[in-house]
């Protein structure tokens, strides 16, 4: 049997409300086809364009098998290529992150504008016509303060996520804050292993200390179901759409992406020990009070996020292998903010740093679970994973549609 054959009946005979069978979380083939379909095919989130903040700043990302560059260009567009020399292929950007006029290339010294243009070739013959050997682009989409890219020769529309999460992430004026820290962790363990933890928080209480201090371990607030029956989530919604801050549940039909603002514990303001703000100068102009909980959004493959009034916390994933992934957190404060002054930043960073690590060590441990022989899928629990159980759906759902070859349809409009 090959192996898509053996991936399409597996996603056919899975149990619903179960995790997935081992080959979906060790195997390098199943990984090669979650790259092909998923990966390749799907808008995935890069960083911010605060990280650009003029022409020639640029960032680096690699994609499975695809490094690509992000830069800003002469005109104040974002733009992304291939990173790839169109001479013999030798990458032409090799930091993670930096600023130059033009985009050189190290082996040879093709040098591209930052359009992506070829502008000189160094001694190829008088015959030699810079114009069809521009860097290859790559489709790039900004909303709300995000960069997103897509790999596909044939994008999905990218307009109904704008159209959903500009409303809410606009209003806190992330194109206009600066990246006060970030790190990346690799976790042994699949991406989806990454993400099903991420989607519950049934494991919190007695995993993640200081989060449960400002973060509420409730499914209605971290799940996908039951938060506009609840009162306390009600109310909050109400108070924040009050002032002008779209709040409510909103979630994609295919549910590929959510967005909703959830109140933290006891009237906390930001993800500190002591519940407050770890900034004293609020991220953005336009939020004029505190107490405004965390917006939330995934955008499935690649992000979660928290936004709060003194900074924002970005998370991108990326798969390294079938049994690595790289997390990658960023904190992002007013671009005015001065460290020691506005804020410590080991307060900023403590309560994240120390869940991320902790996440990383149950994923490990879970992988490792996974490994064994004796491994069988397990069921989700009703009450505390229906996020686990949504993701897990729509991921089954998205390879079944694109091993068959009906799932390139642009996304639905958002419920």
């Not at 409300?17 to 790259?35: E, K, M, V």
């Not at 514990?265 to 009070?289: C, F, H, P």
């Not at 992988?367 to 759906?393: K, N, T």
């Amino acid at each position: 049997m090959d192996i898509r054959t053996d991936m399409l009946n597996r996603l056919r005979n899975r149990k619903p409300g179960f995790s997935l069978d081992q080959p979906f979380y060790i195997d390098p083939d199943f990984h090669q086809l979650d790259l092909e379909h998923i990966w390749y095919k799907d808008w995935l989130f890069i960083g911010h364009d605060c990280e650009l903040p003029e022409a020639g700043n640029y960032l680096t990302v690699q994609v499975g098998a695809y490094p690509v560059v992000i830069v800003r260009d002469n005109e104040g567009a974002v733009k992304a290529f291939h990173n790839s020399c169109r001479h013999r292929g030798s990458r032409v950007c090799l930091e993670h992150r930096g600023k130059a006029a033009k985009l050189v290339c190290p082996y040879h010294q093709w040098t591209y504008d930052l359009d992506g243009s070829l502008l000189y070739a160094r001694q190829m013959g008088e015959n030699f016509d810079t114009a069809g050997f521009g860097l290859q682009p790559v489709a790039c989409e900004a909303a709300g303060g995000y960069i997103f890219i897509s790999l596909a020769e044939k994008p999905l529309d990218f307009a109904p996520f704008r159209a959903a999460m500009e409303p809410y992430f606009l209003p806190h004026r992330l194109r206009d804050a600066k990246i006060a820290y970030e790190s990346t962790i690799i976790e042994k363990g699949n991406w989806k292993l990454v993400w099903e933890n991420n989607r519950e928080c049934y494991h919190c209480a007695a995993n993640h200390p200081e989060l449960c201090k400002t973060y509420p371990e409730a499914p209605t607030a971290t799940g996908v179901n039951g938060a506009e029956d609840d009162p306390e989530i009600a109310e909050h919604w109400a108070k924040c759409e009050g002032i002008g801050l779209p709040s409510k549940f909103l979630m994609d039909r295919q549910g590929q992406f959510r967005t909703a603002r959830m109140p933290l514990l006891r009237d906390a303001i930001s993800y500190t020990i002591s519940g407050r703000k770890a900034v004293q100068l609020r991220l953005s102009d336009q939020v004029n009070t505190d107490r405004i909980g965390t917006l939330l959004l995934f955008h499935y493959p690649t992000t979660w996020n928290h936004v709060l009034s003194d900074h924002a916390i970005t998370f991108r994933v990326m798969p390294l292998s079938a049994t690595e992934t790289a997390v990658t957190t960023k904190w992002l404060v007013h671009k005015d903010a001065v460290e020691g002054i506005d804020y410590r930043l080991d307060e900023l960073i403590h309560v994240w740093t120390e869940t991320n690590d902790q996440d990383r060590q149950i994923v490990e441990e879970n992988a490792r679970g996974i490994h064994s022989p004796a491994y069988r899928p397990g069921p989700y629990s009703e009450i505390h994973e229906g996020g686990v159980a949504q993701f897990v759906e729509w991921y089954s759902n998205f390879m079944e549609e694109r091993l068959t070859g009906t799932g390139n349809q642009p996304l639905r409009s958002v419920a």
